[in-house]
């Protein structure tokens, strides 16, 4: 064989070699192909179709797997408590104060007002004695009376109460019953000037290091007449408080006021008659407790028909208070 003809074989060889592979290229090429136009038709499948085509299409599984042996646990021996209603908590409703009313200061601290609702009561007022009167003897002959003890207690001053020597007129028919609510409206005390309306008043909590007590709110520009006490024309004590020197000074010449001397109380339309039957003052600022708690006596409820009224003095401070007990004619 010549060399030209051995050339000639070579390339045919390579020829048919070269033609080989690029035939594989080309069928590999097809084949990827292919089957990725297969894989994206299927994936664009599983998109596009519903949940329901695909779990009915869904081969079964190739193997069952074994199930896991459960657990075995008591059953709880404690049976769960119940949960409890909360227990409703109760409402602390501040006391009438226990002491006389008074005038704050500038430096006493801030009251706060104390209401009482519309259906609520006010805190019951427990009877107590009437205060000792201090009525002196008059100087001319009268009538035998039951001698009367003069407190200890209730040191004057300065002597208040004096005696009327007139002789005493014959006495009237008493108050007749309220015809109304009985809630004090007016107050006339013609022999020192007073004529002055009264509205209902309550009492108030101040706060002072760190403890609450309440007092008596004082009405400004009229009398006030104490909520619990009693209404006129009913037995009890009805009391009435003012201011002296401040507001309106409704009471400023309360303690001018003598035995016998006549005050009139308005409920509404209908008058009561009254005659003053004692005047006493009595320290109360700066007193222990024990002492303004006795002074607090004059206001507490009594048995008797009577009114009450109450003011600071003197003209320059608040350090005694003036009270005035008047009865029935």
Partial sequence: ?????????????????????????????????????????????????????????????????????????????????????????????VPPPNFLPETLNADEPTPIPVTIEPGDQAPPVVDAPPPPTDTPAPPTPAPPAAPVETPDLYPLPTPTATATPEPAPPAPAPNPPASGDGIPTRLVIPSVGIDTSVIQVGWQVVEQNGQQYSIWQVA?????WHETSARLGQPGNTVMAGHHNVNGEVFRDLVNVEVGDKVTVYAGNQAFEYVVDLKTIVKEKGEPIEVRQRNAQWIAATTDERITLVTCWPYTNNTHRVIVVAKPL
Avoid: C, H
Avoid at 220 to 224: I, L, R, S, V, W
């Fill in 1 to 93: 064989m010549k060399i030209s003809d051995k050339q000639i074989l070579f390339e045919q060889i390579a020829l048919l070699f070269a033609s080989f592979v690029w035939t594989m290229v080309i069928l590999s090429g097809l084949a990827l192909f292919w089957t990725y136009q297969d894989v994206q038709a299927r994936w664009e499948l599983v998109l596009n179709a519903p949940p329901g085509a695909l779990a009915q299409a869904a081969p079964p599984p190739t193997a069952t797997p074994s199930p896991t042996a459960t657990v075995w646990s008591p059953p709880p021996t404690l049976t769960p408590s119940p949960t409890l209603p909360p227990t409703p908590t109760a409402t602390w409703v």
């Fill in 220 to 224: 400004d520009y009229a009398a006030g």
